[in-house]
């Protein structure tokens, strides 16, 4: 079985961050409301983290400003939006 890669989803509003664990929760994917860190934005106060599997471009929503790949302490820019 392959293990879950640690994602961190910002968003441009904290109801969209809502939204979107509400969507990773009907669908069993594990994750955890949790305040941005200050080095990844500053435009919404909580972001998500989740654990996930697949092509992450299934999971992309309008709400989302930003996802990162969590690798050791570091974030990776996986995907922005309008890119």
């Known amino acids: ?13 904290t109801s969209g961050a ?3 664990h509400r969507f990773l929760r009907n669908n069993t994917i594990p994750a955890e409301v949790k ?3 200050r080095n990844l934005s500053t435009s919404c106060a909580i972001g998500i ?12 929503i309008q709400d ?17 939006k309008g890119h």
């Open 49 to 60: 983290e989740f654990f996930y599997t697949g092509n992450l471009s299934l999971l992309i």
């Open 35 to 37: 305040p941005v860190p």
């Open 18 to 20: 809502i939204r979107f």
């Open 1 to 13: 079985m392959e293990s879950s890669e640690e994602y961190f989803a910002v968003f441009f509003t």
């Open 64 to 80: 989302i400003k930003q996802i990162y790949i969590k690798q050791d302490d570091q974030y990776i820019l996986k995907y922005a």
